[in-house]
């Protein structure tokens, strides 16, 4: 019999928490009003709006004009980029230098891909073994005519924390523009946009309990990005479409949830994800990647010699444990993941990852199961694969 | 779902998983880079392919067209052995996702390289059709994800 | 004491019907796996979301594969327009020719009007005094460098349903890319991907009893745009961004309900509205706006010599009656909507507008209040107006 | 909520509409382009304001600026009338969203518009700070939204 669901993979999505559901739950069927329009029922939508905006920023120390919602950390992230460049177009400066890592999420690093084939030069900084960017390398980077810096927060593959303030305060000195994808950070570590440094800030509702499809840009005043997406003119002109206002209050309602249980939950699951990273390191060549001491603290990532990420999952899943191998993103991707490759891991040894990323449906109950269940299905992987020499319990590859 | 019911089950039930201590013939393709590599074991009696047996590092896919290749030719003859192509093994798991179908196409070459290890251990000439098109690359075998 | 509130804005947006919600929460804190990932639970949201696709698909005339989903209808437009240019561009043609109409929407025009800048020549067809684009003008602007025709099948702000089938051969025939929006058609009147002939086509969900923020484009089979919004490679590799699963489904089931009951009613919706047209132009100086037989059937719209639109919103509103002056969108902005304008209103009549746009909770008791109450306010409006003649029932100007 | 509760209240309930058959003093602003027209009537005893009526064609920020500022006027001397900005008419309204400034505007130049009319009449020169900045432009007096 299948063992009831172990979900695992809360960097990967959340479940809408209850009270955040509560919260948007009205606005589908009773609040539903315009928040463009000019009758009091549209002008309620809106003030909830601006309610949910208002939240978004205190949690986030900042002010509520500079958030704009979005459809996601996506559109966000894709926002920054070339809304940063289309600024400095209108300045007439046409092309760039655009700074960011090896180990950015895809929708920063497409754009940058896509950005390069308009003319602009971008620099992928490299990170430690431990995938951490280096503050003097970003220092070292920057040249005249470098319009942004655009180096995320946490790392959603290997947990990873970033030394965003460092950068922050460098970026300030030098006067570039800098953006931190903070989708994987915010709701899990505490993110202040001021200690921070950062002008540019993109973050994501359902990675930590609300809504999909909802995420916000924050501008740091009087910074304002052309819009992406046009149209009616909403959020200020810079993000155009009628609002999804059951979203924003959804995202809102959440981040205000997990802001306030921000101590005690994020103690707690790395309390959690410590057992995992100790418990499962126990097994041969399996060691942890990222850092030990800047991690997220739901994220536990690991990779196994001699075994393939997705048979891993799927065994699992088998077993009721829900859980990635690099980015859930990438999946149906050939290459191992780009950060892997990034920290400096063989491609071999890439292949073997596994993400367990713990949220607040999670039990000690839950880790044991699962400290159980994953030795097991890597020593029956092991036992078939080719590459594993069993007696001596190593690889038999020379890499 | 990601995969068939078929592939699921012989992913999760594999069949012939193992080594056969005195096989006639050995074949290993694939590399460890692209994260797949299939080691076939046959056993040969006369023109009879008596037992088979694999080893797999690789996704789920990976394992249940090795299992499901072991089954298709268990039993066979080398002449029909020869004859397996990764889209019967395919299709006999009710098809596989398109970036999967790099799977089958490995195992139909351990099996040619298996059986092509038989012909040499045999000091015969090793038919053209069980020539592999990158044969003497390094870690033995071909690379479609192009490592 | 406040009459109960009478809904008369279905074009600006619609509450989610009760059976759109039903489908959709199960996905908020149940289903709620992310559909790139592999264990069965996120494979399973994954093909709940194939099924949201299949189902717009079937009533659309398509093939699932043709529809990638969106954050609403305005994202739909941006992308439609940038990204035929951009794969234009990638083809070697770097600059071009756009026809479309002087009464998009602005996520059409604005985008448009962007797309000016960075180059391309756009032709803003007139239309006529109905809001009716004429086909054998759309024919003659084309040109050699044209790369696309975007026309509108159903206006916003006075409902008037363009020709599109015509347009659409027209297109066919010059192997022009046409896209339409037809974010106010979808679920209002039959749309026939096949029969129209169009290559592109943007819906929104909140159009049609479906939730905010989540839209659809069409793309004809083998058209295949380069994404808008990059990243982790989602709805395959064109629309980045985890796949807002509630939404989508949501936004299926509404539209399935649409069409199934679209026959009975739009015929009780026109049934409705025509009392509106007819009652409310027995007002002196009062006309409709739009076509009177190409006409969407849940929209009436006016305009109200002497009298301004947003005072008349207002008290409208104080009587428990949400109705739109213009497009809800543009309702900040001082100009008259550019609609009026190019159908040839005056700008002092344009601002007199009113639309009464009605949906499934409009009774005929909801009409007969409106047909009272809507004369009373225009009566009390124009006593306080400086260029109305009370004594001679016309307005003082000579425009 | 668009508007404060002071301006709902002006424009639900606007004071002193209406003409005044023998004003002592007529002014007319706006453009019907614009979609605001504001016309003031004042009766004028001596110094003072003795009575103010307004008819107005615009939006609900047109009308709770012109009912507003008639309610300051009224009563009071054409000096004092002369000084009323129209800061201090949306100041009274406890404040108009941005774009609805204009209106307010357009308020204080009905009033002095009507003030110069009232110095035509009585055969006295326009003091100069009753002049409008596009006085002889058609349709009699100022457009803000640019027509
Ligand atoms: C670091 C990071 N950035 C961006 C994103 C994109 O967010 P979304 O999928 O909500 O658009 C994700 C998650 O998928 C992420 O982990
Ligand atoms: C014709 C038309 N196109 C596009 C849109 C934009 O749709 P959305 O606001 O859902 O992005 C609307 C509605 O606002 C519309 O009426």
């Known amino acids: 019999m299948k063992h009831k669901m172990i979900y695992a993979d809360h960097a990967g999505t959340t479940a809408v928490t209850p009270k955040a559901l509560e919260a948007m739950l009205p606005y589908f069927t009773q609040g539903y009003g315009n928040p463009s329009s000019?009758?009091?029922?549209?002008?309620?939508?809106?003030?909830?709006?601006?309610?949910?905006?208002?939240?978004?920023?205190?949690?986030?120390?900042?002010?509520?004009?500079?958030?704009?919602?979005?459809?996601?950390?996506?559109?966000?992230?894709?926002?920054?980029?070339?809304?940063?460049?289309?600024?400095?177009?209108?300045?007439?400066?046409?092309?760039?230098?655009?700074?960011?890592?090896?180990?950015?999420?895809?929708?920063?690093?497409?754009?940058?891909?896509?950005?390069?084939?308009?003319?602009?030069?971008?620099?992928?900084?490299?990170?430690?073994?431990e995938g951490r960017v280096d503050p003097a390398a970003v220092e070292a980077a920057i040249r005249p005519d470098t319009i942004l810096i655009s180096i995320m927060a946490a790392n959603n593959e290997i947990g990873t924390i970033e030394p965003i303030a460092e950068i922050g305060a460098i970026a300030k000195a030098h006067k570039v523009l800098f953006h931190t994808d903070a989708v994987?950070?915010?709701?899990?570590?505490?993110?202040?946009?001021?200690?921070?440094?950062?002008?540019?800030?993109?973050?994501?509702?359902?990675?930590?309990?609300?809504?999909?499809?909802?995420?916000?840009?924050?501008?740091?005043?009087?910074?304002?990005?052309?819009?992406?997406?046009?149209?009616?003119?909403?959020?200020?002109?810079?993000?155009?479409?009628?609002?999804?206002?059951?979203?924003?209050?959804?995202?809102?309602?959440?981040?205000?949830?997990?802001?306030?249980?921000?101590?005690?939950?994020?103690?707690?699951?790395?309390?959690?994800?410590?057992?995992?990273?100790?418990?499962?390191?126990?097994?041969?060549?399996?060691?942890?990647?990222?850092?030990?001491?800047?991690?997220?603290?739901?994220?536990?990532?690991?990779?196994?010699?001699?075994?393939?990420?997705?048979?891993?999952?799927?065994?699992?899943?088998?077993?009721?444990?829900?859980?990635?191998?690099?980015?859930?993103?990438?999946s149906a991707s050939l290459d191992p993941s780009h950060v892997l490759l990034a920290i400096g891991l063989p491609h071999a040894i890439a292949h073997g990852s596994l993400r367990l990323s713990l949220g607040p449906d999670n039990t000690q109950e839950d880790v044991a199961y699962i400290l159980k269940e994953v030795p097991a299905v890597v020593n029956y992987l092991r036992e078939m694969s080719p590459v594993w020499d069993k007696d001596a319990q190593k690889p038999t590859w020379v890499l | 779902m990601l995969y068939s019911e078929k592939v699921m089950d012989h992913f999760e039930h594999p069949r012939n998983v193992g080594e056969i201590a005195n096989a006639d013939g050995v074949g290993q393709v694939g590399n460890p880079k692209c994260g797949d590599i299939m080691k076939m074991y046959l056993k040969i009696d006369g023109d009879v392919i008596t037992d088979v047996k694999f080893k797999t590092f690789g996704c789920g896919s990976a394992i249940a067209t090795s299992s499901m290749a072991t089954e298709m030719i268990k039993g066979k003859t080398i002449g029909e052995a020869m004859e397996l192509t990764n889209a019967a093994v395919a299709e006999a798991l009710d098809g596989l996702p398109g970036y999967k179908m790099h799977c089958s196409v490995l195992a139909e070459e351990a099996i040619k390289a298996a059986l092509a290890d038989y012909y040499k251990r045999q000091g015969k000439e090793v038919p053209d059709n069980l020539k592999l098109p990158c044969e003497d690359e390094e870690h033995g075998g071909c690379c479609s994800c192009g490592h």
């Open chain 1, 184 to 330: 994987q950070a915010v709701g899990h570590i505490p993110v202040d946009v001021q200690a921070w440094n950062v002008d540019l800030l993109s973050l994501s509702g359902h990675k930590f309990g609300g809504p999909k499809g909802v995420g916000a840009l924050y501008m740091k005043k009087p910074l304002r990005l052309p819009a992406l997406i046009q149209g009616g003119g909403q959020e200020k002109g810079r993000r155009s479409g009628t609002e999804n206002v059951p979203g924003a209050v959804g995202l809102a309602a959440a981040l205000q949830e997990a802001v306030d249980h921000l101590a005690e939950e994020s103690a707690r699951l790395a309390g959690l994800r410590d057992q995992l990273l100790e418990g499962l390191t126990k097994l041969p060549y399996a060691s942890v990647t990222g850092s030990r001491s800047q991690r997220l603290p739901g994220t536990a990532s690991f990779v196994f010699e001699g075994v393939e990420g997705e048979a891993l999952l799927l065994h699992l899943d088998a077993k009721g444990i829900c859980a990635s191998s690099g980015s859930a993103c990438s």
């Open chain 1, 38 to 129: 000019l009758y009091a029922f549209g002008q309620q939508a809106k003030s909830d709006l601006e309610q949910a905006r208002a939240t978004v920023a205190r949690c986030l120390n900042a002010q509520p004009e500079e958030f704009y919602f979005t459809s996601g950390g996506t559109e966000a992230d894709n926002w920054a980029l070339r809304g940063v460049a289309e600024l400095m177009a209108l300045k007439g400066k046409k092309t760039g230098h655009i700074i960011t890592t090896a180990i950015e999420h895809h929708a920063i690093l497409h754009t940058a891909q896509w950005m390069e084939k308009q003319g602009y030069e971008v620099t992928y900084l490299p990170v430690d073994g």
